[in-house]
């Protein structure tokens, strides 16, 4: 019994408590206790608890009763109910409500010990459940990140060096050169590979939300909050938390996440119960983060304390010999998906691919191949198929920052769209949010007339 559990003891008898309460307490688990139902659901109001033994025969609120309000309420709490050993059927009956296990009277603690044993192993299980539910997509193969030119080739390189620690990393890149995939690679080639990986866009979430998100919430912290709720923070745990965007969060959240990630706790919002958390960090951004604390808007601290390993990730203009690596993987991902067969470019097609500096890099390809395939009648794919690409506009002078080149080209790309948000954000790789983060940041206005 290595993990160490918040667990409380429910039962009428006071020898049970006791011995339940020395019993676990030796082993240094957190223990309470309380002598009736009501008790338990007073003391579950203002704490968490792991796992709770409730006795299934108690005067008022009985254990089955009890065990209804706790799977309703606290669903992430485990429930072994403890029964006379001529109570099978109700022991079945429990398991069938919900319980996790039972535990005969009299007991021995071998017989506890094996109880427990099974506790921990679903406790495991239920923690890949999380995973599985809240992961989006298929978790990328590492050999499945596309390309074999000089810059791609480093960082290949750098992903199994970089997966054997626990060092947070930053991944530096413009938006759509595929950070979240070489971060599941990272995860993929690490000794946590067997537990979740969650992605969170930062740049695409109000602060509110994020750290609702991040750190979960107890019953009643705020309006609408009907019951306690995990954050990804702890539904992660064991495994890699993916922040992308990290530029965009406030300065209260940097301060928040570094106090986690100096501490290794956290607290539900409306809730004073620490939780440990065990994760390991990967952040990414698409913005100059020594600008950011130039500007203020960046705390120093947790820049150095996110930035331990830092794995630049080239834009595709910089790679173009893997263009035609590219177009093939997405054109056979979406004649299978279409099931049109569009399988080949003609040498038009790829002249065009090969020549267009692709600002919202290796995104905007697999769009602008998704879209060919979709609207074209041929199994080959021609320059025709291509015509609505169309070249940025040249910088009107040299000499500027990166901040004003990106400020020209977003405005180049809404003048292009008529200003239609949407398909704006679509061709810069990029989604709405972010996109208007961007207008309001530049300043930019629509042409009138």
């Known amino acids: 019994m290595q993990d160490k559990m918040r667990i409380m003891v ?80 109700s022991a079945v009956t429990a398991m069938k409500s919900g319980a996790s296990d039972y535990l005969l009277k009299p007991f021995k603690p071998d017989h506890i010990n094996l109880v427990m044993e099974k506790i921990f192993q679903q406790k495991a299980l239920k923690a890949e459940y999380q995973y599985l539910k809240s992961q989006v997509g298929e978790m990328t193969r590492f050999e499945n990140i596309i390309g074999q030119s000089p810059a791609m080739t480093r960082v290949f390189d750098m992903i199994p060096e970089v997966a054997e620690s626990d060092s947070t990393i930053l991944l530096m890149g413009e938006t759509g050169t595929g950070k979240e995939l070489v971060a599941k690679a990272i995860h993929a080639k690490s000794n946590r590979a067997n537990y979740p990986f969650i992605a969170i866009n930062c740049g695409a979430m109000p602060e509110s939300l994020l750290e609702n998100e991040l750190f979960g919430h107890i019953k009643g912290a705020f309006t609408g909050a009907d019951k306690n709720r995990q954050g990804f923070l702890e539904i992660v745990s064991g495994g890699t938390l993916f922040l992308d965007e990290i530029g965009e969060i406030s300065m209260r959240m ?71 690596l590219l177009i093939e993987h997405f054109l056979a991902k979406y004649s299978r998906e279409t099931t049109k067969h569009t399988d080949r470019v003609d040498g038009e097609a790829e002249k065009i691919l090969k020549a267009y500096d692709w600002p919202g890099n290796v995104r905007e390809l697999e769009n602008a191949i998704e879209r060919a395939v979709v609207l074209s009648k041929s199994r080959t794919l021609t320059g025709r198929d291509f015509s609505f690409l169309k070249a940025p506009p040249p910088p009107e002078s040299k000499g500027r920052s990166l901040l004003e080149m990106e400020r020209h080209h977003i405005k180049a790309i809404l003048e292009e769209c008529g200003w239609n948000v949407s398909q704006a954000a679509r061709v810069l790789g990029i989604n709405r949010s972010t996109l208007h983060k961007k207008i309001n940041r530049y300043e930019l206005h629509k042409k009138e007339g």
């Not at 006071?14 to 957190?30: A, C, L, P, T």
């Not at 996440?257 to 956290?266: D, F, S």
């Not at 409306?270 to 960046?298: K, M, P, Y």
Request: glycine share 4%.
């Open 254 to 324: 940097q301060v928040d996440l570094l106090r986690v990630l100096e501490e290794k706790k956290i607290k539900r919002i409306g809730s004073n119960q620490t939780i440990d958390v065990d994760f390991r960090l990967i952040c990414a951004t698409s913005r100059n983060l020594d600008e950011l604390i130039s500007a203020g808007t960046f705390r120093e601290d947790f820049y150095y304390r996110i930035n331990v390993i830092q794995i630049p990730i080239p834009p595709l203009r910089e790679r173009k010999e893997d263009i035609p």
């Open 10 to 89: 429910v039962d009428d008898e006071m020898i049970v408590r006791e011995s339940f309460y020395h019993w676990f307490n030796k082993y240094g688990h957190d223990v309470e206790t309380a002598a009736s139902g009501d008790e338990a659901l007073e003391k579950l109001e203002k704490r968490q608890f792991d796992l709770l033994f409730v006795d299934i025969k108690m005067p008022g609120m009985d254990g089955l009763e009890l065990l209804d309000h706790v799977k309703s309420q606290y669903p992430e709490t485990f429930v072994v109910i403890i029964t006379a050993y001529g109570s099978i059927e």
